[in-house]
């Protein structure tokens, strides 16, 4: 038994650690071994789960190579060797809606941002503040029920419906908004959901900007708007990381955004064509996946895909932000 | 025009309900360097911070009394606090260049947004001529393009200068400039000062006597909110009229 001395060194009470006052005290450390397995349970789930994945969606790399990823055709067939699943469309829709979502979002967390922490009368900013992280914590499918049947005919009549009449020569705004379902609605709703975070993440930035620069910024006679633009530049690593992570959360959404989206493999550049996105095939597929031979492994694969883009996302986004925390320490 | 740069009308300063000024009385000439000394928590900063109205930024003070600026009422309600900060320039404690700006922006950012200049090279003149003007140009002019964050403490101080300078104000405020920079950085800011009041007022605060003594004209010695004494720099370290000054210029009263 090698490790076993390990662990118990590993365990044990460092050198003058909470010794110096008790005579009797026990050499280990019993609230470390209790602590610690929950790290290890993490770590354990992370590496589980990325396995799975992996191990689940190798018969479709086997199968149909990486064209599972690029290839727009999802044919389900009774017979199993006519089953065909290729991810591009909802690989697609899972991007297009979550940059729409994000274009959506950040210029509206920016300002909301700057009012809060440099207008805002001190009574009102806190009640902007929690009703801002309230609606970060709200089930999505609240978010889902209100754009279905409240968002999306309101788009279609009042935004979408103008925009195709007037600007059809747009390729942007080239598809007809039949329903209103539509790459559009769900990047607005999108947009609607991911505002919160990215506010959160801008301003905690703008309000850790050193009080010593904004005097700068005045004591140089420039106007407010000017020095809140020098101040917003200083912080823009943190506006960018706040994007990030907003974006990973648009790319993981899943209920609210099946429910606007009209659910269609459809690869368009068209904001108005229903589509699909990963997370919202998923779900709406599980269910019956298991009638087909090779669909199971089709959607572990876009499961793997999600996870990835997931990962990249996050983890590009804290680093930028830690880095910036770093810098911004005086 | 007044001679004087700066005169305050029985200046009282409040932070909600409590006095931190309590009614100053000051007159300070042109081109001189005058030191506003005293232990910390006296009201020095929030006494500077009038003089181009960046006390604002804080929605707690209120003020006062009369500032004049060459006689001008910066208080008065036809007066846009931007165009005062424009015509006095501000060092502060901590060298604060803007870390996301490269060095010749820092200098240029203010012209730039003021729209001061016209053209490039107009620019590029003036910013050659502030970094000279605050004996930073020989030490940077290979590395205008590099963030501050490579220069020392010192240097920082000088690009701050060199900001505020590139605006051609007439009055330079500077809020304990030395307090965080190494002793050589100290020097070279203090010969700076010496050189650069033959065309400014600079208005120095400083927790330090000793620098007072050094490159001073005159001195005024705050104390809890109060001016204690004021006049010549001379008169005031070798024979000081207030027992108070007193203590505080031998190291007494700290």
Same mark, same amino acid.
């Given at each position: 038994m090698p490790l076993f001395p390990f662990f118990l060194r590993y365990f044990r009470r460092k050198k003058n650690e909470d010794t110096l006052h008790f005579k009797n005290i026990k050499r280990i450390d019993t609230l470390k071994v209790i602590t610690s397995p929950a790290i290890i349970f993490v770590l354990l789930l992370f590496v589980w789960m990325l396995t799975v994945y992996f191990y689940n969606a190798l018969p479709a790399f086997i199968r149909e190579g990486l064209e599972v990823y690029f290839r727009n055709t999802w044919q389900a067939a009774e017979e199993a060797s006519k089953e065909y699943y290729g991810l591009a469309a909802p690989i697609w829709g899972t991007i297009y809606t979550s940059i729409i979502a994000i274009l959506i979002a950040l210029p509206i967390s920016i300002a909301d941002s700057v009012f809060v922490v440099d207008y805002a009368p001190k009574k009102v900013k806190n009640f902007f503040i929690i009703i801002s992280d309230? *609606? %970060?914590?709200? !089930?999505? +499918?609240?978010?889902? =029920?209100?754009?279905?049947?409240?968002?999306? !005919?309101?788009?279609?009549?009042? #935004?979408?419906?103008?925009?195709?009449k007037h600007l059809s020569f747009i390729p942007i705004f080239s598809s007809p908004p039949i329903t209103g379902y539509s790459y559009f609605s769900a990047g607005i709703l999108l947009g609607i959901m991911v505002t919160p975070f990215a506010s959160a993440i801008i301003r905690e930035a703008y309000q850790m900007v050193p009080f010593t620069y904004r005097e700068a910024t005045l004591s140089l006679g420039l106007t407010r708007y000017e020095a809140t633009k020098i101040l917003l530049g200083y912080i823009k690593p943190a506006i960018f990381s706040g994007a990030i992570l907003a974006f990973g959360r648009a790319v993981g959404e899943t209920v609210a955004v099946s429910l606007v989206i009209g659910n269609t493999f459809n690869l368009s550049i068209g904001l108005f064509a229903p589509g699909y996105t990963i997370s919202s095939l998923i779900a709406n597929q599980f269910g019956n996946a298991f009638i087909y031979k090779h669909m199971l492994p089709a959607l572990y694969a876009g499961g793997l895909a999600l996870f990835i883009i997931g990962l990249i996302v996050n983890v590009v986004g804290l680093y930028l932000l830690k880095r910036w925390q770093k810098n911004v320490e005086i | 025009?007044?001679? &004087?740069?700066?005169?305050?009308?029985?200046?009282?300063?409040?932070? %909600?309900? $409590?006095?931190?000024?309590?009614?100053?009385?000051?007159? +300070? !000439?042109?081109?001189?360097?005058? %030191?506003?000394?005293?232990?910390?928590?006296?009201?020095?900063?929030?006494?500077?911070?009038?003089?181009?109205?960046?006390?604002?930024? $804080?929605?707690?003070? @209120?003020?006062?009394?009369?500032?004049?600026?060459?006689?001008? $009422?910066?208080?008065?309600?036809?007066?846009?606090? +931007?165009?005062? @900060?424009?015509?006095?320039? *501000?060092?502060?404690?901590?060298? $604060?260049?803007?870390?996301?700006?490269? =060095? &010749?922006d820092n200098v240029a950012i203010g012209l730039k947004l003021n729209h001061l200049v016209r053209n490039k090279e107009e620019m590029d003149k003036r910013v050659r001529w502030a970094l000279e003007k605050s004996s930073l140009w020989d030490e940077v002019k290979d590395r205008l393009r590099e963030y501050p964050a490579s220069l020392s403490g010192g240097q920082k101080q000088r690009l701050v200068i060199a900001r505020a300078l590139a605006l051609k104000p007439k009055i330079l405020l500077m809020d304990e400039p030395t307090a965080n920079i190494d002793p050589l950085g100290t020097k070279n800011i203090e010969k700076l000062l010496f050189e650069l009041k033959r065309d400014y007022t600079i208005i120095l605060v400083t927790h330090e006597p000793a620098?007072?003594?050094? +490159?001073?004209?005159? #001195?005024?010695?705050?104390?809890?909110?109060?001016?204690?004494?004021?006049?010549?720099?001379?008169?005031?370290?070798?024979?000081?009229?207030?027992?108070?000054?007193?203590?505080?210029?031998?190291?007494v009263l700290v």
């Open positions: 309230m *609606m %970060a914590g709200l !089930p999505t +499918i609240i978010y889902g =029920i209100w754009g279905a049947f409240v968002l999306v !005919p309101f788009l279609q009549k009042y #935004v979408m419906m103008p925009l195709y | 025009m007044s001679k &004087y740069a700066i005169e305050t009308k029985n200046l009282k300063i409040y932070y %909600a309900d $409590n006095e931190i000024i309590k009614g100053i009385n000051l007159k +300070i !000439p042109e081109n001189t360097i005058f %030191a506003l000394m005293g232990p910390s928590g006296c009201g020095k900063s929030t006494l500077l911070r009038a003089f181009n109205r960046l006390l604002e930024l $804080n929605k707690d003070a @209120r003020i006062e009394g009369e500032v004049l600026i060459f006689g001008k $009422n910066i208080y008065a309600d036809d007066v846009n606090p +931007i165009s005062i @900060r424009r015509e006095i320039g *501000m060092v502060f404690q901590y060298p $604060n260049p803007f870390p996301h700006l490269a =060095i &010749y620098q007072a003594a050094r +490159i001073s004209d005159y #001195v005024g010695f705050l104390y809890l909110g109060k001016l204690i004494e004021v006049g010549l720099t001379k008169d005031i370290f070798e024979k000081p009229k207030s027992e108070l000054t007193e203590k505080y210029v031998t190291g």
